[in-house]
């Protein structure tokens, strides 16, 4: 396995062709989920709420009907990545170099391989190579962005698990940071995307999420972090204060969701949402909603062909 590190980041934009309603940490987090059999998680994550608030009928299907939504091949390279920078980042400041992170992407390789999502993916070799080259691009975007060498570890993959208002709530916190090496300096949450960086109207959305993890650290730590930040590897980085006004909106929105499930669920109605992410839902085969819109969609000629849902349209020809 290579990874020559030589590759134009600006190439590497894992093409979903639209919003992605997952963050990857999350969806291991949920994938993990333990909830009675019949009945709602007990818990809200990040990617449960963003997937209930883009389309409530594919909420239904992931966590009340628990069908197989198994990571496609840009979600499990960014898995990889991540895992990568996990443990590049608990490695001391002065070993955060970009051999020692190719010397840890070919010991965490066999271990993606085996992963039954990647086996299914059925990969060939050049397709695999690919595949490498993405995780690997995304790991070297980290270098884009900022000095490894120079940041403050606090904690990687810092599972929170507490309740935000009246919301019980889980998730993973890439990386929590102090703004240096002081004792009193402030804390930042890090959260890593592989994805395309969002347009500036959709940034909001995704800075929610990582206020939620400020909030769920303050409630477990006492500590309100200074900062949240989205680290688009190769891209940029979006980040915002933590203020209240902004971590009462996040909850507030949190709240919102969390009483809408529960509308949802007391009433066993779950609208469907069509729109451009039924290209890349699982579920569309299953949805009359999502198969109409996707005909509308291939007509119009306003979908790509490389949309994985299309199949369904073959299937039900
Ligand atoms: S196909 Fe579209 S409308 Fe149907 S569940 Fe999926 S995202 Fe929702």
């Known amino acids: 396995m290579e990874f020559d ?15 992605r309603p997952h963050d990857e940490a999350d969806v291991r987090l949920d994938d993990q989920l333990t909830a009675p059999p019949l009945g709602p998680p007990p818990y809200l994550s990040p990617s449960s709420a963003s997937t209930f608030r883009s389309c409530a009928r594919r909420w239904k299907f992931r966590y009340i009907d628990r069908l197989a939504d198994p990571a496609g091949e840009a979600a499990l390279a960014g898995t990889f990545a991540h895992r990568v920078l996990e443990i590049l980042m ?61 940041i403050t570890v606090v904690a990687t993959e810092q599972k929170v698990d507490t309740v935000l208002g009246d919301v019980p709530f889980r998730g ?10 002081r004792a009193d300096a402030g804390l930042v949450v890090s959260d890593y995307k592989s994805g395309r960086a969002p347009s500036p109207r959709f ?12 909030a769920a650290v303050e409630a477990s730590s006492g500590e309100r972090p200074r900062a949240a930040r989205l680290l688009y590897l190769g891209q940029c980085i979006i980040e915002t204060e933590v203020t209240p006004e902004l971590l009462d909106a996040s909850m507030a929105a949190l709240h919102d969701t969390w009483s809408s499930i529960d509308q949802a669920v007391s009433s066993t109605t779950y609208e469907a949402s069509p729109g451009p992410l039924c290209g890349w839902c699982p579920y569309a085969g299953q ?31």
Not at 207 to 214: C, G, K, R, T
């Open 5 to 19: 590190g030589d590759l134009d980041t600006t190439e590497m934009l894992y093409d979903v062709g639209g919003e």
């Open 203 to 214: 940034q909001q959305d995704r800075l929610d999420q990582v206020m939620l993890y400020a």
């Open 90 to 150: 608990d490695a001391p400041a002065s070993e955060r170099t970009t051999d020692r992170a190719r010397e840890i992407a070919r010991s965490v390789w066999p271990e993606t391989e085996s992963d039954p999502d990647f086996v299914a993916l059925a990969l060939n070799d050049v397709q695999k190579h690919r595949f490498r080259w993405l995780g690997w691009t995304a790991i070297e975007g980290l270098w884009r962005l900022e000095n490894p060498e120079d």
């Open 287 to 317: 949805c009359e909603e999502g198969l109409a819109e996707l005909e509308l969609r291939r007509s119009a000629g306003r979908i790509r062909s490389s949309a994985p849902s299309l199949r369904f349209l073959a299937a039900a020809s």
């Open 172 to 181: 993973i916190v890439d990386r929590l940071e102090r703004e240096s090496a």
